[in-house]
């Protein structure tokens, strides 16, 4: 279980110097969480999308090649059918739309199309992984390209973060937002760990200084792979992320993303993300607890008992 007394109180700090989240002009009673964390949708589909809009429960979506073809496209114009409608039933709240090209030249070219469909678009650019699908391409481009949005005054997700460095310098590139995949680290500990070590072995172990068997990891800090359960891994990222962007005053927000439960909810709040990205299906478990139906049947059969 996450341990919730290792949450860092300089967190508040800054984040009463960000932006307010809450804000409505003109409101006589002020809105009571004007720095609350946002929730965004991480979907596609604009019929699970729609009623948690309109109920006040997102204000945002995230969406990626992956959730597109699970929402039915089949071709890139569907793909921008479907941006579409979400742009103009979000706005003016952000929307993520993420590149499929992999190069930078051709990266920008579509960056630059994709803003064009939306004033609140914002380009979901990779921050690695380039030179894993071929060998010949950079290994920066993913910064770069933010750089060079971020340089236009577009509004960038930088995702597929792993660990704190990798945010460190999407921020550092002008990333508005950086997405810590949490569920997926501790899938890969779960299947990569040595079973006769310590938890999270798969992605830091060091047994000796000179490495001598070759077989040791610093994918992560010894705290976000080792520092407790593998299930806690994502989670103890958020936090390490949100220190090191509270200890420079980095305003690049903390989008938590991969999330897998409503528990997990709880613990990014605690550990310091600025948004939450939910699946749909997570989202709607939201309500529910046995004890509010409980309590809510016990309340309305005893107010029958009054006249109407």
Known sequence: MFNIYQTKAGAHARRIRMPQTQSFPGKTLAHPAPHAPRIFADSATISDIEPLYKAGIITGVTT????????????????????????????????SLELTEVTEKAMIKQALDLAAWGENTVIKVPVGGYNGLDESHDPYTGLKV???????????????????????????????????????LADYAYKNDHPERPPGNSLYWIEDHKNADSDQFTYNTEYVASGGNRKDIGIRLIQEIAVIFTNYDIHTEILAASIRNVTQLSECLLAGADILTVPASVLQQIPYHPLTHAGMKTFYDDSLVFDK
């Open 146 to 184: 933010i750089r060079a949005l971020w340089e236009k005054d577009i509004r960038t997700n930088a995702t597929l973060i792993f660990n704190s460095t990798q945010a460190f310098w999407a921020a550092q590139a002008g990333a508005s937002y950086i997405s810590p995949f949490l569920g997926r």
């Open 64 to 95: 990626n090649p992956s959730l597109m073809k699970k929402a039915g496209a089949q071709s890139w114009n569907d793909a921008k059918n479907k941006s579409v409608n979400i742009l103009k039933l979000l706005h003016p709240f952000p929307v």
